[in-house]
């Protein structure tokens, strides 16, 4: 257990540890939710006992209160080799993960006007690891880093260049960790090497994301400025109409009402009115619910548009592949996007789809498809432990 590397992720009312060991095997995980609330709980992975919490405690509270309970019952050892972290954005600065210190951690809250929900409590849990574990290597991995190979007509809005050069205005993209393990995990599966592989990568969780990867490389992602823009999500509206603004501010909406719904109350939620959550939408709509049933329709029409729109961008595609609780889980949305793509030659087998390629590596592809489609899970703090002990090696 000596040198075990702690992954911290930060959300924005939760907190997620998860501990591995050199071999990539993970010794144990833990979770906090609903932080800074009166309801706040956490609790370790595979063990019933409670975590004790301070009332409403926020996110450094209930890293101190995990890391003290896994250290009592011996899950962690009192000092971690390396420790990641997950930072939301980077911006133009971090291309790649970055060895922490404090011009560091005062970058990362430079970049915090562009995801301000997320970048301070990113730097919160890092400042709070940091007084814990002061001689410990700190590393941070950010969910925009992978994207920043994008050439400027996938990243750059067609909009006045001032917005770009005085306030950062661009696609930055997000979930770069779990799309860069798509690509590494289907380079594996695939017996090729990264730097040939090239895939269409689909993050479909709460928030869903489609990345275009040439040769082991983003070069095209549905996520912009922030991860507003693209797929219908759980909440989130993805791509609309800019006009909307203008219509909606005429009917006496104001600015931030439209920011919170369409953060919040859009996307499957929006269009069902009932649930954001992919799996009751699918019982719903088993059940005659249409507003449902349609939610889903518009969800796979949409994912589908945008597998389209990626191969723009490639020059050969070694598969198409799945992630994500909804790409891991779904045979529904899978079998019904691809239903989209037939004249692009994808088509799926039926059985191989509904065992989640469990017999087959992962595949799903029939026989007769042009290309290979996959599911994998993804392991974004596979990712980031692995890189928080490869740059702790290089001290
Ligand atoms: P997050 O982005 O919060 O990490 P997840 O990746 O866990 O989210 O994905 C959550 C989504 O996955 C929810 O919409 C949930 O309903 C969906 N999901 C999980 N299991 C299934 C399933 N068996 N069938 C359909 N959807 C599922």
């Known amino acids: 257990m000596k040198q075990s590397i702690l992954v911290v992720n930060c959300g924005s009312s939760s907190l997620k540890l998860a501990l591995f060991d050199e071999t990539d095997q993970q010794l144990a995980s833990a979770t906090a939710e609903r932080l800074n609330g009166k309801d706040a709980f956490a609790r370790i992975e595979g063990d019933n006992r409670t975590v004790a919490l301070p009332a409403s405690a926020d996110h450094k509270q209930a890293l101190q209160a995990l890391i003290s309970t896994l250290r009592e019952r011996q ?13 939301v954005h980077g911006g133009e600065t971090f291309r790649e993960a970055a060895l922490i210190d404090d ?10 006007g562009l995801a301000p929900l997320h970048n301070p409590v990113n730097v919160v849990g890092i400042e709070a690891t940091r007084d814990l574990f002061p001689d410990v290597p700190q590393v941070a991995v950010f969910d925009t880093a992978y994207h920043q190979t994008l050439a400027p007509r996938a990243y750059l809005y067609a909009v006045p260049q001032a917005f770009y050069h005085d306030w950062s205005v661009r696609r930055y993209g997000f979930h770069g960790t779990s799309h860069f393990f798509m690509a590494n995990e289907a380079a594996r599966r695939l017996g090729k090497t990264l730097a040939t592989t090239s895939i269409i990568s689909a993050h479909l969780g709460n928030g869903c994301s489609i990345t275009a990867i040439r040769d082991g490389l ?38 931030a009402e439209v920011h ?8 499957l939620l929006g269009i069902s009115g009932q649930t954001n959550d992919m799996r ?17 329709e518009i969800f796979c029409f949409r994912l589908a548009k945008y597998v389209g729109a990626m191969m723009a961008s490639l020059r050969h595609l070694d598969a198409l592949v799945f ?12 079998e019904k996007t691809l239903e989209h793509l037939g004249l692009l030659g ?8 509904e065992h989640h390629g469990r017999y087959s590596d992962g595949r799903i592809d029939h ?15 596979l990712v980031i432990a692995r890189e928080a002990r490869r740059l702790a090696a290089t001290l």
């Open 323 to 334: 992630t994500g609780g909804i790409g891991e889980n779904s045979d529904r949305v899978r």
């Open 75 to 87: 899950l962690m050892p009192a000092i971690p080799a390396s420790i990641g972290h997950r930072v």
């Open 367 to 381: 026989a007769d498809s042009r290309f290979p489609v996959l599911v994998i899970p993804t392991n974004e703090e």
């Open 218 to 255: 983003s070069v095209d992602t549905s996520m912009g400025l922030t991860p507003l823009e693209g797929l219908v999500m759980g909440t989130r509206s993805g791509d609309i109409d800019p006009g909307l603004f203008d219509y909606l501010a005429s009917r006496g909406i104001p600015l």
């Open 260 to 267: 919170k719904i369409l953060n919040h109350k859009s996307g």
């Open 103 to 112: 011009d560091v951690v005062a970058a990362i809250d430079e970049c915090a």
């Open 280 to 296: 009751a939408l699918c019982e719903l709509a088993d059940h005659g619910h249409e507003p449902s049933a349609l939610a889903i």
């Open 346 to 353: 994808f088509t799926i087998d039926p059985d191989m789809n």
